[in-house]
């Protein structure tokens, strides 16, 4: 399967972003899908995550109540609507099918990975 993540830009503190992951080559309607972000000399961290049908979703902490997370099967495409952004949400956003259906934090858990798509917030 491959992905590709959009959506990311260059926005205020406050605003608000939609980015979006869509998945070509096979369907990804039995597998949970995440996010996680990643700066520059950091190992990439984990933001938020859906099961198969959307049933549950997990998020990290900081991105709680801003953050998220939803899917479209139909359009085999996730979501990551992003309200209140602050500078420190800045860094590359990657998309990610997970092995099992079930949303998960874990990294290792992850099979498919998108290019990412960069935010960047200014204070």
């Known amino acids: 399967v491959q992905l590709q993540a959009s959506g990311g830009g260059l926005v205020q503190t406050g605003d608000a972003l939609r980015l979006s992951c869509a998945a070509s080559g096979r369907t990804f309607s039995n597998n949970a899908v995440g996010w996680f972000r990643q700066t520059p000399g950091k190992e990439r961290f984990f933001v938020a995550s859906?099961?198969?049908?959307?049933?549950?979703?997990t998020y990290e902490d900081s991105v709680k109540g801003r953050f998220t997370i939803s899917r479209d099967n139909a359009k085999n495409t996730v979501y990551l609507q992003m309200n209140s952004l602050k500078p420190e949400d800045s860094a590359v956003y990657y998309c990610?099918?997970?092995?099992?259906?079930?949303?998960?934090?874990?990294?290792?858990?992850?099979?498919?990975w998108g290019q990412g798509t960069q935010v960047t917030v200014s204070s």
């Open positions: 859906i099961s198969w049908r959307g049933q549950t979703t």
């Open positions: 990610a099918v997970a092995k099992g259906s079930w949303a998960t934090m874990d990294v290792q858990e992850y099979r498919y």
